[in-house]
């Protein structure tokens, strides 16, 4: 069974439903997930989804922030989410789909803006969901499964701008790549994106705060999808759908897709 799957940081589901419905009626996706919706679960806005061939939905949200939600054209099963670090936040949420991969969602803390736990308890919540991830991996080793979302570090050199100018900014510190290696490994999750597109700079963000994103293109690659060994061959065509940050009142992420044939 074939399916194409994409992820998005929305930045408010509600603030921008008419966006999403754009991407699913353009792009058609089986699967999309979503992070940042800042939603209550209840007041997530399905119906129009739902027109559109979305009639499935997992999901995990509180107000105002952070929120986590799955939208499918095929069912899919809630088998549950995790708390890391203990933050009680609304940051994963994980679905099985009837051929029995499991794609796991989730939202890293963005860590604010000083890269130094001492003096910044954000970053410190950062790194400590990445090693709550890892042990996760470690201790329960995922099999036929998909792992996507804002995870909020851009590991590779060509992943950002300019590596030298951002090794001392969020996103791309050695501690934090270090952390987000230590994850893939433990699980030992291939990165799907960068199996396809391996050579070359490649964006998913661009910061609210240039004036022109698009001519500027000082981007990072803060989005994943990554694959167990089991299915990783199987995933292709991945692209990021970049034009979609120049859309009216747009997330300052794009859209990151893959297929997968199983």
């Not at 061939?53 to 939600?69: C, D, E, L, S």
């Not at 029995?100 to 003096?119: C, L, M, Q």
Request: aromatic share 8%; proline share 5%.
């Amino acid at each position: 069974m074939p399916f194409t799957l994409a992820t998005w940081n929305i930045n408010s589901v509600r603030l921008r439903e008419g966006l999403v419905a754009k991407l699913l009626s353009e792009e058609a996706p089986d699967v999309l997930c979503l992070q940042e919706c800042k939603s209550p679960v209840e007041k997530i806005p399905t119906e129009q989804f739902a027109a559109l061939g979305y009639g499935h939905m997992i999901a995990r949200g509180q107000k105002g922030y952070n929120g986590v939600a799955i939208l499918s054209k095929l069912p899919i099963e809630d088998v549950g989410d995790q708390d890391f670090a203990g933050l009680g936040h609304a940051r994963h949420v994980a679905g099985r789909l009837e051929n029995g991969v499991t794609i796991h969602n989730f939202y890293v803390p963005a860590g604010g803006d000083v890269p130094d736990r001492e003096v910044n308890e954000k970053f410190g919540q950062k790194l400590d969901y990445l090693t709550d991830m890892r042990d996760w991996f470690k201790a329960e080793r995922p099999e036929k499964a998909v792992l996507v979302g804002d995870l909020n570090i851009a590991p590779r050199e060509d992943d950002v701008w300019s590596h030298k100018q951002l090794l001392k900014v969020v996103s791309h510190t050695p501690v934090e790549v270090e952390h987000l290696a230590e994850t893939q490994d433990a699980g030992g999750w291939v990165d799907v994106t960068r199996k396809d597109i391996p050579e070359g700079m490649l964006y998913s963000w661009w910061s609210y705060r240039a004036r022109d994103w698009d001519a500027a293109d000082k981007g990072r690659r803060l989005d994943h999808v990554w694959a167990t060994p089991d299915i990783s061959n199987a995933a292709h065509s991945s692209r990021v759908l970049r034009h979609a940050r120049g859309w009216e009142k747009p997330s300052d992420h794009a859209p990151v897709f893959a297929t997968f044939d199983l």
